[in-house]
């Protein structure tokens, strides 16, 4: 027999392999932890309020994130292209306030308006990504500078007074009830199965997840780095808008003052959601997770009776954990790297 011939003969038989018990995957308390802490949280509530394992308080959960998980989509996708956004919580609440003002004091058709509030955000992304790409400074001083001055000019335009008023088609748009649970986390899910697939299945979303991961490396290789970074700022002004345009939906009005309490959770929630599924990496999945981890636990908190405080509490202990055991995954990673022959 020549030595193509062996060489074929190799190749066509199939290397034994031993047999996966299907269970094994499942008990990975590094990928799966974050959802048996969850699913102990639920049965633990359940004990204590028996009024919190109902159908009525899964509808409350299910469908009142939707803005929280895309504010805090937009932070993950900042994050993955290695950039820090403090500005989407502020670009989502002036969003809001330009929705209902443009729409009620200016008569501008809903759909229009809506255009041009997308519209405003990729230029404000545009603007973040030339001040911290081309110029150079940090993306979190940046963001967090913009932030601060789009709201004041936001507030010194439309004033920083609750306002009301919106087209009602919108708010029964977004407000529609499907299975159970209202049109706006439907197209959440949306966007994050959209995201996860450009992320994970196409060569531009792995160039850019890869350029966040080590920019010297995959600007070796040919990928224009400086391109990923100012995407991802943009990328993350845009879904930031879009979750104000959700929120005017679901409240029917714009609060200026609410961006303050969307940022904290958003971090807590991208750090916490890099703990699960593919730990020591921000990940679509993970956000869904986190996000409903963190509301199960105030919520059965509230129902407990602990309110107004237990909410920074929660989510301040929640982000500084989730920070914690990101390093400690990674240092763990890179010493089985160093011990691996």
Known sequence: MSQNQSAEVA??????RPRLNPLAGLLDIERFGLIYVWLLLIAGYSL????????????????????????TLAVVVALLGGEFDLSVANVMAVAATAVVTLNTDYAWPIGWTILAVIA???????????????????????????????????????????????????????????????????????????????????????????SGQNAEV??????????????????SSLLSSVAGILLVG???????????????PAFAGAFLGSTVIRPGRFNVAGVFIAIYFLVTGVTGLQLLGYTGWVND?????????????????AKSRRSSGARAP
Request: no cysteine; aromatic share 10%; net charge positive.
């Open 11 to 16: 190749i066509a038989i199939p290397e034994s």
């Open 48 to 71: 204590f309020v028996p009024s919190f394992f109902s159908v009525s308080t899964f509808q409350i959960v299910l469908g009142s994130q939707a803005t929280q998980i895309v504010i």
């Open 120 to 210: 405003a955000a990729l230029a404000f992304g545009a603007l973040n990504a030339f001040i911290s790409v081309r110029i150079g400074v940090p993306s979190i001083i940046t963001t967090l500078g913009s932030g601060t001055l789009l709201m004041g000019a936001a507030n010194g335009w439309a004033g920083s007074a609750p306002r009301a008023g919106v087209d009602q088609r919108l708010i029964d748009l977004v407000s529609l009830d499907v299975l159970g649970a209202p049109l706006a986390i439907y197209v959440t899910f949306a966007i994050g199965i959209g995201i996860y697939y450009v992320l994970e299945h196409t060569p531009a979303g792995r160039a850019f997840v890869f």
């Open 218 to 235: 995959a600007r070796l290789a040919g990928i224009r780095v400086a391109r990923m970074r100012s995407a991802s700022l943009i990328w």
């Open 250 to 264: 679901i409240t029917g009005a714009s609060v200026p003052a609410v961006a303050s309490g969307y940022l904290l």
């Open 313 to 329: 509490v929660f989510y301040g202990f929640s982000l500084v954990l989730a920070v914690v055991l990101t390093q400690l995954i």
